[in-house]
């Protein structure tokens, strides 16, 4: 199986909140994080969380860690159709390269 | 501006013409990625470097080739480009000595289509 799992596609109505999840199997990792990738883009650091965290909030961005189910997620609060991307759920050990998920398809509809 | 810079963006070819996507970063980063980006299967290394002069390989290694000589570039060839290799490319760069965590930073990416 793979080492980082999240679902493919995800749709929401703008203004409801979006929760994205992943789950990952090395209890090893040290850093989660997600990335987001725009249209026609690479991908960008939206956030991370170090792995002995439980949460981080950031503006509309809220992450969940759960070490011990090894589950993370992404919640965006008051999604706009800007929020329209692909998510990717991301864990590395250190500084060590990090392994990623396959990407979340965010729709956003009126 | 930081940046990782991979060229070209687009590029058309066919079967068998060998060609190269150049990736360079001004950020001093010790480590380089090559991943190839296909509908429904995310992303994928195709090949890593820790170091110049060290270069692995990734999950999708076939048919490709890396060079590190500089910290800078870390450039991609394709000897003998086939239509299964048609994709959307990306080039990543990381690490600072001394950071404790791994913060990718993606070039825009190289659309090739292999005809």
């Known amino acids: 199986g793979e080492d980082v799992e999240q679902s493919l596609f995800l749709s929401v109505r703008e203004g409801d909140s979006s929760v994205i999840n992943c789950t990952y199997t090395d209890s090893s990792s040290t850093y989660l994080y997600w990335y987001k990738q725009e249209p026609g883009a690479g991908l960008q650091l939206l956030t991370y969380?170090?792995?002995?965290?439980d949460m981080k909030q950031d503006q509309r961005l809220t992450v969940l860690l759960n070490k011990k189910d090894k589950h993370l997620s992404l919640r965006i609060a008051d999604t706009q159709t800007g929020d329209s991307a692909i998510y990717f759920c991301?864990?590395?050990?250190?500084?060590?390269?990090?392994?990623f998920g396959r990407g979340t398809s965010l729709i956003v509809h009126p | 501006e930081a940046q990782v810079t991979q060229n070209p963006r687009y590029l058309i070819t066919v079967t068998g013409k060998k060609l190269t996507v150049t990736c360079s970063q001004n950020m001093n980063h010790e480590y380089m990625s090559w991943y190839r980006q296909d509908p429904g299967l995310g992303l994928r290394q195709i090949y890593y470097?820790?170091?110049?002069?060290?270069?692995d390989k990734g999950d999708v290694p076939e048919g490709y080739k890396v060079s590190r000589k500089e910290k800078r570039n870390f450039p991609l060839i394709l000897e003998s480009p086939s239509p299964n290799q048609t994709s959307l490319y990306f080039c990543a760069s990381s690490w600072e000595r001394g950071s404790t965590k791994n913060i990718q930073y993606f070039g825009a990416g190289t659309r090739l289509s292999v005809l």
């Open positions: 991301a864990e590395s050990i250190g500084r060590y390269i990090p392994t």
């Open positions: 969380i170090f792995s002995n965290m």
């Open positions: 470097s820790m170091n110049v002069e060290v270069t």
